[in-house]
């Protein structure tokens, strides 16, 4: 990825660089006015206590101030997150690595496969795993089997994960998606999430058995 970064015109790689830059201090700046909750957060502490990876499971429309659900920074583990390989994926990804995640690049049109290798193999290591569960073009809130894939490859659990606010907005994104984000307005309370679902291991997968074949991404 690194190669990839350095061909691109410096103007560009400013671009890129200067809306990481913003982006993150948007999201620092939303967090001050946020009063979080946690709800069920034992799941993934009891997890991250035993050093067992999991499959950290959100909704594409909850991706801004998804990186505050994850708590296993306060046990020294990572996240490993899938982004597209597109435009708005590398801005992801940029802004993202400013929180300390490790980016996996892929996308259901470009790089998919490989990207969810890449994935298994963080969750084989140990790492866990973030994955947007529905991806960016949707359909909406319908699960893709890519998630179901990486974490009964991986050895992983899946544990769902939920953003929500008590005072928000739903807005389009800046680029065709069919989902809308969810976005705190200032001085809102908002709850994450977490509940533990036990994940098949070693089963073979039947074809045809998901809503699709493509694995999802942020």
Do not use: N
């Not at 103007?11 to 909750?37: D, H, P, T």
Request: proline share 5%; hydrophobic share 35%; with cysteine.
């Amino acid at each position: 990825m690194g190669d990839r970064r350095d061909l691109l015109p410096v103007r560009e790689r400013f671009s890129l660089w200067l809306g990481a830059v913003l982006a993150s201090g948007l999201i620092r700046a939303l967090r001050r006015f946020l009063r979080i909750s946690y709800i069920d957060e034992h799941v993934v502490r009891a997890l991250h206590r035993e050093g067992r990876p999991y499959v950290h499971a959100f909704y594409h429309d909850q991706l801004l101030m998804m990186t505050y659900s994850y708590l296993g920074q306060e046990y020294g583990r990572r996240l490993a997150v899938l982004s597209s390989r597109h435009r708005d994926g590398e801005y992801v990804s940029r802004t993202l690595e400013r929180f300390g995640h490790v980016m996996v690049r892929g996308s259901t049109g470009r790089g998919g496969a490989a990207g969810l290798k890449e994935m298994i193999r963080h969750l084989r290591a140990g790492r866990d795993a973030a994955f947007a569960t529905d991806g960016p073009r949707g359909p909406r809130h319908q699960v893709q089997i890519g998630v179901i894939e990486a974490a009964r490859l991986g050895r992983a659990q899946v544990v769902p994960v939920a953003f929500a606010s008590s005072k928000k907005k739903l807005f389009d994104p800046g680029m065709p998606s069919r989902s809308r984000c969810l976005r705190p307005v200032r001085c809102s309370s908002t709850v994450s999430r977490s509940a533990s679902r036990r994940t098949p291991i070693g089963r073979g997968w039947r074809p045809g058995a998901g809503i699709c074949s493509r694995p999802s991404t942020a």
